[in-house]
C-alpha cells in the first residue's frame, strides 16, 4: 500500500472536495481518499500494482477539478497594494488560477498578500504581477526584507493618516449638509435653517449651497470613484463600485433637478439628494479609517521580529575586519561579535568564549554559556565575552528568517470559513448590479419614466396631508420628505394636488409663514 498526497485546482466549497473523494474512490485498488478544503489536498492510499498516477489523475479530472504539478512546486508570498474588500482579492483570486502552471493561490484582505503556489517551469513570476496588474492592482516586491518591512509599515500609516483627513473633511461638510437637508425635519429640535436659505423662498439658492457642500465630501471620496469605475471596466466590480454607482445616482439626479429648479421648476427642491451622497461617502471613509488602522496592525509583529537582527556584520578578512552589511555575508565567513553586540547569523564558535542570551529565541533570560564548537543564533545578544563565529546559515536560512516566514505564512493564510466568506463576496457585487437592472428594468416596462426607474425603484407611501397652509407653500414631514401643497383641495386619492401654474409663478415671491410645525394626518 502507497499513501500520496495530490494538489487538487478549482475547489471552491466542501461540496468540491467531496466530488473528488467519490470519484477517486470508485477506483479499484484505492483504499481511501480524504481531501482538505483548506489545504486543496487530496490524500489516498492505494495499491501501486492496480492503481498508479495516471488513473488517479484521470479520476479527479473526471470529477472537474485538476491535479497540481507536485513536482518544482514553489509558493510566493506577493503584497498586492489597491484592495479594498472581499470582492477585489476574489478577483485576484480568479486572475491568478486562470494561469497555466497555478495550482493554488489565496489573497489575505488583511495583511494585503498573495499567496501562491506555482509551477516555476510553466509560469514565471513576472507573468503573476501582469496578471494582477491586469486585474486592475498593484504588485510589490516579493521578498520580504527589513527595508522592505518598514517601507510598508511608512505606506501604511501614511495610508491611515491620509484617510482620516479624507474622513474629517468629508465629515464637516456632511454634517452641515444633513442639517440643512434634515434639521426641519425634527421640530422638537428646534432646527431653523437661515432665512436667506429657505428653500420656498430661494430653491435655486437652497440647491446651489447643498452642491457646494457635496462638494468636499467627493472630493474626500474621490478613490471610490477611481477604483469603484476601474474594477467595473475590467467586470469585476467590488463594493467600491456599489458605492460609486449609488452616489453617482444621487448627485446626478440631484443636478437634473437643480437644473430644473433654474428652468422654473421650484417643486424640484423636494428631489434633492445631495445629502445622501455626502453622508455615504462619510460613513465610508470612516469604515476605511477603522479598518486601515486594523491592517497597519498586522505588519508590526514582522517589523518587531526583523528589528531583532543586527543591520551589518564585522567580517574578518585575512588580518583585518571588515563591517558588510548581513546581506553581504556568506556561509563560511567568519565574524567577529564584540561585548554587548547582537550575533548577525547563524554559525558555530571558532575561537573565544562568552554567554549569550538567547531569550528571543527561547524565552529563557538566563545566558548561555558559548565555547568552541558551541551553535550561535541570529539576533541573539553577546555578553561580556569576545568570540569569532563560522556562518553556518544565513539570509533566509538562518532561524530567525524562519520564524518571520512561519509568521507571514499565518497571516497570509485564511480559515475556511473565511475562504467561505471571499467566494460569497465574490458574488454579492454582480447579484446587486443585476438587481439594480433588472428592478429599472422592470419599472420601465411598467410604463414609468427613466427618471422613476432611476430614483424609485421601489415602492413608497404617500399620505395625504391636513393641516394649515397656504398657496405656494412647501411643507416637509418626518416620514414623507418635501411635498408641495397646492391650492388647498384634495384630490380622489386623498393627496393635495398641485397648482403648477400658480406655484411657479407665485412661490418665489410669496413667503410662507405660517406653515404648520408639524405634518398631521
Not at 13 to 20: G, K, S
Not at 91 to 117: M, P
Request: hydrophobic share 45%.
Amino acid at each position: 500500500m502507497k499513501t500520496k498526497d495530490l494538489g487538487i485546482t478549482g475547489m471552491t466549497c466542501a461540496a468540491c472536495a467531496i466530488a473528488v473523494e467519490r470519484s477517486v474512490k470508485k477506483l479499484d485498488g484505492v483504499v481511501s481518499a480524504a481531501v482538505n478544503p483548506a489545504t486543496e489536498k487530496l490524500t489516498v492510499e492505494y495499491d501501486e500494482a492496480r492503481v498508479d498516477d495516471e488513473a488517479l489523475k484521470a479520476s479527479v479530472e473526471k470529477a472537474g477539478y485538476g491535479v497540481a504539478q507536485a513536482s518544482g512546486a514553489k509558493t510566493v508570498v506577493i503584497p498586492v497594494r489597491g484592495m479594498t474588500c472581499a470582492a477585489c482579492s476574489a478577483a485576484i483570486e480568479r486572475a491568478l488560477r486562470k494561469l497555466a502552471g497555478v495550482s493554488s493561490a489565496s489573497v489575505n484582505l488583511t495583511t494585503e498578500k498573495a499567496t501562491v503556489i506555482y509551477d516555476p517551469s510553466i509560469v514565471r513570476m513576472s507573468a503573476l504581477k501582469a496578471a494582477i496588474t491586469a486585474a486592475g492592482y498593484t504588485p510589490l516586491d516579493v521578498e520580504v526584507t527589513a527595508a522592505n518591512v518598514d517601507e510598508d509599515a511608512a505606506r501604511k500609516t501614511q495610508e491611515t493618516r491620509s484617510l482620516w483627513q479624507r474622513f474629517i473633511v468629508s465629515a464637516l461638510f456632511a454634517v452641515a449638509l444633513l442639517y440643512l437637508a434634515m434639521g426641519p425635519m425634527i421640530p422638537w429640535l428646534g432646527w431653523r435653517i437661515p432665512a436667506w436659505l429657505n428653500p420656498m423662498d430661494f430653491p435655486l439658492r437652497y440647491a446651489l449651497t447643498e452642491i457646494a457642500l457635496v462638494i468636499p465630501s467627493i472630493a474626500a471620496g474621490y478613490r471610490f470613484y477611481i477604483v469603484g469605475f476601474r474594477a467595473i471596466w475590467h467586470r469585476a466590480p467590488n463594493m467600491d463600485s456599489l458605492i460609486a454607482m449609488g452616489t453617482s445616482a444621487a448627485i446626478i439626479y440631484s443636478l437634473y433637478s437643480t437644473w430644473r429648479i433654474a428652468q422654473g421648476s421650484f417643486g424640484s427642491v423636494g428631489d434633492l439628494y445631495f445629502e445622501t451622497a455626502g453622508v455615504i461617502l462619510t460613513l465610508i471613509l470612516l469604515g476605511k479609517s477603522l479598518e486601515s488602522v486594523s491592517k497597519g496592525r498586522t505588519s508590526q509583529a514582522i517589523k518587531k521580529l526583523m528589528g531583532l537582527a543586527p543591520r551589518t556584520a564585522i567580517v574578518v578578512q585575512g588580518d583585518r575586519e571588515v563591517e558588510l552589511p548581513v546581506s553581504e555575508v556568506e556561509v563560511g565567513d567568519l565574524i567577529r561579535v564584540r561585548p554587548g553586540e547582537k550575533v548577525p547569523v547563524d554559525g558555530e564558535v571558532v575561537t573565544g568564549a562568552t554567554s549569550i542570551d538567547e531569550s528571543m529565541l527561547t524565552g529563557e533570560s538566563i545566558p548561555v554559556e558559548k565555547h568552541p564548537g558551541d551553535k550561535v543564533v541570529g539576533a541573539s545578544i553577546n555578553g561580556n565575552g569576545s568570540i569569532t563565529f563560522r556562518a553556518t546559515h544565513v539570509g533566509a536560512d538562518t532561524v530567525l528568517a524562519q520564524i518571520v516566514k512561519l509568521v507571514e505564512d499565518a497571516q497570509g493564510s485564511k480559515a475556511p470559513i473565511a475562504q467561505l466568506a471571499d467566494v460569497v463576496s465574490g458574488y454579492f457585487v454582480p447579484i446587486v448590479f443585476v438587481i439594480a437592472v433588472l428592478s429599472a428594468v422592470a419599472w420601465l416596462i411598467a410604463g414609468k419614466g427613466s427618471v422613476f426607474a432611476l430614483v424609485r425603484t421601489g415602492a413608497r407611501d404617500t399620505h395625504s396631508y391636513h393641516g394649515r397652509h397656504r398657496q405656494g407653500c412647501r411643507v416637509r414631514r418626518p416620514h414623507q420628505g418635501w411635498r408641495s401643497a397646492g391650492n388647498g383641495t384634495q384630490g380622489a386619492n386623498g393627496h393635495l394636488r398641485q397648482d403648477r401654474h400658480h406655484h411657479a409663478g407665485q412661490a418665489g415671491r410669496r413667503r410662507c409663514r405660517d406653515r404648520p410645525r408639524r405634518g398631521t394626518q
